[in-house]
């Protein structure tokens, strides 16, 4: 049988706050909650998804560097570090795997300092404003994209 396709899922700073703070930008649902969504998603795709949460630049940078060698995409929601991080837009070239940015609340509707994506550049596409249904269509686009070969170049 053919190995499962394996796609790694980050969530950066402050998501493991979900659902506890601001419920009317970021909703109701938990971190664990949305985690049981994606994974169930992920089953009636076909793929694996391991999911990890860190608040630190310096492990989700690590994170995506070692990626290509377990995983075929991902999937992040780099949270505050979208609008910072050099260090992750040169993991995510470095890496060569398709990697799919996503956004809880609509960042091109709110403050101007978070128009700005470092990763957007360097990212198949960017999926934001559409709640956690965006995880869910990160997910489906990831898995297009592992499909297709596509490179996040
Ligand atoms: O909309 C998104 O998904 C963001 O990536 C969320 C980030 C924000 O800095 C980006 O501009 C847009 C913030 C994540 C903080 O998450 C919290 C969740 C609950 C309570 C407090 C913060």
């Known amino acids: 049988m053919a190995k499962k ?11 493991n706050l979900l659902g506890k703070r601001q419920p ?9 909650e949305i985690n049981r969504k994606i994974t169930d998603l992920a089953g009636e795709l076909g793929v694996e998804v391991e999911i990890r949460q860190s608040n630190s630049e310096g492990e989700l940078v690590s994170w995506v560097q070692e990626a290509p060698k377990r995983f075929g995409a991902i999937v992040i929601n780099p949270a505050a570090y979208t609008h910072t991080s050099i260090a992750l837009r040169d993991a995510a070239i470095a890496a060569e795997i ?3 940015e996503i956004h809880i609340s609509n960042i091109h509707k709110r403050e101007d300092f978070r128009r700005h994506s470092f990763l957007a550049g360097v990212a198949v596409g960017q999926i934001t ?25």
């Open 24 to 32: 009317e930008i970021y909703g109701r649902l938990t971190l664990a």
């Open 98 to 100: 398709p990697l799919v």
């Open 129 to 153: 404003g559409f709640g956690i249904q965006s995880y869910l269509l990160g997910l489906r686009a990831a898995v297009e994209s592992y499909n297709s070969g596509e490179l996040n170049l």
């Open 5 to 15: 396709k394996r796609i790694l899922v980050l969530h950066g700073p402050n998501l």
